[in-house]
């Protein structure tokens, strides 16, 4: 069937009607009409898939990514990085008025990103071939290179290509401004090729549930400004580096100074260590005892001594006197007994760091009832996808 496309949602897709039906096709873009067929139907929506453009928008352009089409990776290869950035600001305006009712003067101009080559970090899936799952499967797409990673992952992935992986499931890529990791998630029976032994820092293999160190010290060292950060095969470390350093700037800006920080959902103590500098005294709290561990390590690589990490959950300690809470939460947001906690330690400011847009909307209505929002900057850590960091500042009314 014909369809027009009216406008994009929040995963980049573009929105036709169909009998008065909401239809999600994807690589389409606002006022473009196309030949579709509809893939998926349920009483509200439908999803479609494009058999072939009718009439092309301006503002399309043309993917530099061959396997765009089939991928699961990237979900906006088709506009210019220009109008993606546009996108996704008004995306947050939208969707902040609709569960907040704050006002669109209040989102600030969005801060950009490296359009390709940003992620540090790439899991290739290994099925007979190498490469990344096809969307919406578990097939695996044949990739030779990826554009969103550094290029030293696209080097290793050149020689996975000549490898032997039988018994080799997943192949996990990390790399820093200096050093490089690989781990081979694999069974027994695997097979290593020897030249990764001089083209990588640290070299792993996970079987039976445990990791074997073939090479280097277990764990690669990245830096964020003037901090150092320890990363192991399971840490959790913001996959774009560049923009992890834009992110923990805007907080520390918006954070100012602190007596006692408390920073919620620390993970491996990222943005706390960061902001140890503008504080007298900074705690963490994580609920995963790894996180925890990582953190420590984080502390101690550092010589910092004015913060402390509390293995626990994020509504569930006993801390008080605090005057700033930075937050970054998993995409669900902040758990109900988190919310209410921090509403009951009454802090003066609050800085609120979020993934996901929606569920910052949902938060941010209860929380401005006690705050004032002051000001949100969306940060863009994801080019080519629907993806989109917000800092939002919050002081007591």
Same mark, same amino acid.
Do not use: W
């Given at each position: 069937?014909?369809?027009?496309?009216?406008?994009?949602?929040?995963?980049?897709?573009?929105?036709?009607?169909?009998?008065?039906?909401?239809?999600?096709?994807?690589?389409?873009?606002?006022?473009?009409?196309?030949?579709?067929?509809?893939?998926?139907?349920?009483?509200?929506?439908?999803?479609?898939?494009?058999?072939?453009?009718?009439?092309?928008?301006?503002?399309?352009?043309?993917s530099k990514c061959k396997y765009y089409s089939v991928c699961g990776g990237c979900d906006l290869m088709h506009i210019s990085y220009e109008d993606e950035l546009v996108y996704k600001e008004e995306k947050v305006k939208?969707?902040?008025?609709?569960?907040?009712?704050?006002?669109?003067?209040?989102?600030?101009?969005?801060?950009?990103?490296?359009?390709?080559?940003?992620?540090?970090?790439?899991?290739?899936?290994?099925?007979?071939?190498?490469?990344?799952?096809?969307?919406?499967?578990?097939?695996?797409?044949?990739?030779?290179?990826?554009?969103?990673?550094?290029?030293?992952?696209?080097?290793?992935?050149?020689?996975?290509?000549?490898?032997?992986?039988?018994?080799?499931?997943?192949?996990?890529?990390?790399?820093?401004?200096?050093?490089?990791?690989?781990?081979?998630?694999?069974?027994?029976?695997?097979?290593?090729?020897?030249?990764?032994?001089?083209?990588?820092?640290?070299?792993?293999?996970?079987?039976?549930?445990?990791?074997?160190?073939?090479? @280097?010290?277990?764990?690669?060292?990245?830096?964020?400004?003037?901090?150092?950060f320890m990363i192991s095969p399971d840490s959790f470390f913001q996959v774009n580096t560049a923009g992890a350093y834009n992110l923990y700037s805007k907080v520390k800006e918006y954070v100012g100074s602190a007596d006692?920080?408390?920073?919620?959902?620390?993970?491996?103590?990222?943005?706390?260590?960061?902001?140890?500098?503008?504080?007298?005294? %900074?705690? @963490?709290?994580?609920?995963?005892?790894?996180?925890?561990?990582?953190?420590?390590?984080?502390?101690?690589?550092?010589?910092?001594?004015?913060?402390?990490?509390?293995?626990?959950?994020?509504?569930?300690?006993? %801390?008080?006197?605090?005057?700033?809470? %930075?937050?970054?939460?998993?995409?669900?947001?902040?758990?109900?007994?988190?919310?209410?906690?921090?509403?009951?330690?009454?802090?003066?400011?609050?800085?609120?760091?979020?993934?996901?847009?929606?569920?910052?909307?949902?938060?941010?209505?209860?929380?401005?009832?006690?705050?004032?929002?002051?000001?949100?900057?969306?940060?863009?850590?994801?080019?080519?996808?629907?993806?989109?960091?917000?800092?939002?500042?919050l002081v007591r009314k």
């Amino acid at each position: 069937m014909e369809v027009k496309i009216e406008k994009l949602d929040h995963q980049g897709r573009g929105i036709a009607f169909v009998g008065g039906v909401i239809t999600f096709i994807p690589n389409t873009l606002i006022d473009e009409t196309a030949d579709i067929r509809i893939v998926k139907r349920s009483k509200k929506v439908n999803e479609g898939q494009v058999i072939s453009l009718l009439t092309k928008s301006p503002k399309r352009v043309e993917s530099k990514c061959k396997y765009y089409s089939v991928c699961g990776g990237c979900d906006l290869m088709h506009i210019s990085y220009e109008d993606e950035l546009v996108y996704k600001e008004e995306k947050v305006k939208e969707v902040l008025a609709r569960f907040a009712n704050v006002d669109s003067s209040l989102v600030k101009s969005i801060v950009p990103n490296s359009e390709y080559n940003y992620r540090n970090k790439a899991t290739f899936q290994v099925k007979k071939n190498v490469g990344f799952y096809k969307k919406d499967t578990n097939d695996v797409v044949n990739i030779t290179k990826c554009l969103i990673v550094d290029n030293r992952i696209n080097e290793l992935l050149e020689i996975f290509k000549t490898m032997d992986i039988t018994n080799i499931y997943q192949i996990l890529v990390r790399v820093s401004k200096k050093e490089t990791m690989v781990v081979f998630k694999a069974d027994e029976g695997y097979k290593i090729n020897e030249s990764l032994f001089k083209n990588v820092d640290c070299l792993m293999v996970y079987v039976d549930k445990k990791y074997k160190n073939l090479k @280097g010290s277990g764990y690669i060292t990245e830096e964020i400004g003037a901090y150092k950060f320890m990363i192991s095969p399971d840490s959790f470390f913001q996959v774009n580096t560049a923009g992890a350093y834009n992110l923990y700037s805007k907080v520390k800006e918006y954070v100012g100074s602190a007596d006692t920080l408390l920073d919620l959902y620390c993970g491996t103590g990222s943005i706390g260590i960061f902001l140890s500098d503008i504080s007298k005294k %900074v705690i @963490g709290v994580e609920i995963n005892e790894y996180a925890v561990a990582d953190a420590n390590r984080n502390k101690d690589l550092n010589k910092i001594n004015n913060i402390e990490f509390i293995c626990s959950d994020a509504g569930n300690i006993n %801390v008080s006197n605090v005057d700033v809470v %930075v937050v970054d939460p998993p995409r669900s947001g902040l758990l109900k007994d988190a919310l209410e906690y921090i509403i009951k330690l009454n802090p003066n400011k609050i800085v609120y760091v979020s993934c996901d847009p929606v569920t910052l909307g949902r938060d941010l209505k209860v929380l401005s009832e006690n705050y004032n929002i002051l000001e949100i900057t969306p940060v863009d850590m994801f080019s080519k996808t629907s993806h989109i960091e917000n800092v939002c500042k919050l002081v007591r009314k």
